[in-house]
């Protein structure tokens, strides 16, 4: 789901994954329907999204089964841009935003005019954080997977998914192999995903560091490659303690850069109007420059999870994970949940989740005339290789507060709903401007927050 | 192969030390005891942190439960 | 065929006895001895096949007998309430009978023979194998 704009999904590995894990004390033949609906939402009027899901299982009875899962993304609403706050009003033009208002207007493309009327041409007020504002996005995604027991003890699965948006596609295909050992006690499992990701923004893929007004295209489209590997062992450990320790690497090639968002270049804390700033209709345009991110990225993570039965129908699930890439983020996620049951009529799922990440060595809120950027006349150089505002980069915590209610009906119909609460916190190092500069004292990171309801049917037959 | 090898070591360990006979894991059947028991709740989850943070993905398999068959 | 070749050499029946299990009284008949769990789901799949079983072969002497291996004992209940057996049910809440067998999968079933001796193990219980299954108690019951 891109509740950020065209962020890939990594979703075919988790269904390989889960279908390898639902081994539950299923019988023989049957069908499994999961339907769940997930509507998002976001303080200030940010993103808000609605995303329903099904995901259909037949169990045959040689214990092979098959999967597939459809996934709709109806998403609107603003993200920021990426330019600093600042004590004055911005307005953002972008030239490829401008062209195609342009033409629209030519052609008299009601439709269109409406629909990028505010994309091409924007105002954000003094002390706000500035929004790309009012996008809408709709993509599918649908995966498949296969999963097939082998003789000793080993089961395969394999997998494909395809996710399709307007500027962004995605394929991937996966592989999982488990082996059981020790009158099933342990498994150990070893899988793979290889994706493939397209983007192809309306105009174009701008030229990373330049300004935004310059309209300078790099190409029309652009790739990404994927690879991930994931080790895992699940490790029953008494008849109440169950244990999974996962090790997994990814190895990500290509475009990084998000096309929509850029930087804003300051002299001692102040906007500079842009040198290339045509002058349209007397609105000052200033100096932003495109983000830039590193071709390659790895990642390994180490995930440890314990799941402890309590009483006879209780559970406590508590898992961490510590994550660690070249591109210099760290991070550690706490997650506890606790399975309370009710009577046996229905349950509570109370949930707590602590996160934490540092910053990218090339995160910072904005640029710095002089050390990040030159400028001489109408020219302008990055004197960094690679810089990014996106919030998602930057060094933050973030606790999610949740409850899920969940009640078994008739057979075994089941009806369940959550709802979670996301909070982050700043935890940036503050950078520094001269004092009443039009960036002194703003803020320097959007902390988000953001709800979420997800309701959810599954039933066997 | 490095980081394979320390895995493979934990295996070994990890193999050791349980003791649990298939008649034992009827806790650990219970469905609110698969490791992931709610498999379309967590990919909505993973993909909301996905898009608002840096890290994603970590869980993963199978194994626990029932141990049947 | 092949799995009537499965041996459990030197495991004689005779004269083993358990506070609950007396497989003694048994001998001249073909036993078909299942340990299950109502937890298990391939134990769902068995149960029908079993009363089949029965139904079938009572007459030629096959006996089936269910050990019941849950340590809820409701839960056991439950299950036998809505699977209907028809065979006989024995249970072994602390799983002593169970480690005496050597059962090492969930479900797993020993077919023995009018002698007494464990002539095949079941490891699992497999819906494809039920013709199988079928025909190792037909030869068995044809002998003597």
Known sequence: ?461 | MKTLIPLMVAALLFSGCANVKPWQRDLLAKEHMALDSDPLRSAFNDHIYFSKEASSGGRGFGGGGCGCN | MRQLLILMAGFVLSGFTHAELNLEPLKGKVVYLDFWASWCGPCRSSFPWMNSMQNKYEKDGLVVVAVNLDQEPELAEEFIAEMGPEFRIEYDSEGELAGKFGVSAMPTSYLIGRDGEIRVRHLGFHDKKRAAYEQEIQTLLGEE
């Open chain 1, 1 to 461: 789901m891109q509740l950020n704009k065209r962020k890939p999904v990594a979703v075919s590995l988790a269904l390989a994954t889960s279908a390898l894990l639902n081994q539950t004390a299923a019988a023989a033949e049957d069908w499994q329907v999961d339907t769940g609906l997930l509507i998002y939402s976001e303080s200030d009027s940010r993103v808000s999204a609605t995303e329903p899901v099904i995901s259909v299982t037949r169990n045959f009875a040689d214990e092979s089964s098959v999967s597939a899962r459809l996934t709709l993304d109806s998403l609107s609403g603003a993200s920021p841009n990426g330019a600093a706050v600042a004590a004055i009003p911005q307005t953002f033009t972008s030239a490829s935003g401008i062209a195609r208002l342009q033409k629209a207007e030519d052609d008299d493309d009601d439709d269109e005019i409406e629909e990028y009327g505010d994309r091409a041409y924007y105002v954000t007020q003094a002390g706000d954080t500035p929004y790309d504002e009012n996008f809408e996005d709709n993509r599918t995604t649908l995966s498949l997977s296969w999963l097939r027991p082998l003789d000793n003890g080993f089961k395969l699965n394999l997998g494909g998914a395809y996710s399709t948006e307007g500027d962004f596609t995605s394929y991937s295909i996966n592989t999982a192999l488990s082996k059981d050992l020790a009158q099933n006690n342990t498994t150990l499992s070893l899988g793979v995903n290889l994706e493939f990701d397209e983007v192809a923004p309306d105009s174009g893929i701008p030229q990373p560091l330049t300004s935004i007004i310059a309209a300078d295209t790099a190409s029309n489209t652009d790739t990404k490659q994927v690879t991930d590997l994931v080790f895992g062992i699940t490790q029953v450990m008494t008849r109440r303690w169950v244990t999974q320790l996962n090790l997994s690497l990814s190895q990500s090639s290509g475009h990084h850069d998000d096309p929509y968002k850029f930087l804003t270049v300051a002299d001692q804390g102040n906007l500079i109007e842009d040198p290339n700033d045509n002058g349209l209709d007397g609105v000052t345009t200033y100096l932003y420059l495109y983000e830039h991110r590193p071709e390659d990225r790895q990642k390994i993570s180490l995930y440890l999870q314990n799941k402890v039965a309590v009483f006879s129908n209780d559970a406590v699930d508590i898992s961490y994970r510590y994550m660690t890439d070249d591109w210099g983020i760290d991070s550690n996620t706490f997650d506890l949940t606790y399975h309370l049951d009710v009577a046996g009529q229905f349950y509570l799922e109370p949930h707590f989740r602590y996160y934490e990440q540092t910053a990218a060595d090339f995160y910072t809120p904005f640029l710095e005339l002089g050390t990040d950027v030159s400028m001489s006349g109408t020219e302008i150089n990055a004197l960094v290789d690679y810089a990014s505002a996106d919030p998602r980069l930057g060094a933050f915590s973030a606790t999610t507060y949740g409850m899920k209610v969940g009640v078994p009906l008739f057979r075994s119909h089941e009806l369940s709903l959550s709802y979670e609460a996301y909070q982050q916190q700043d935890k940036n190092s503050y950078r520094e401007t001269a004092a009443g500069s039009d960036l002194d004292g703003q803020d320097q990171f959007a902390e988000l927050s953001a709800n979420w309801i997800q309701v959810g049917y599954s039933f066997r037959w």
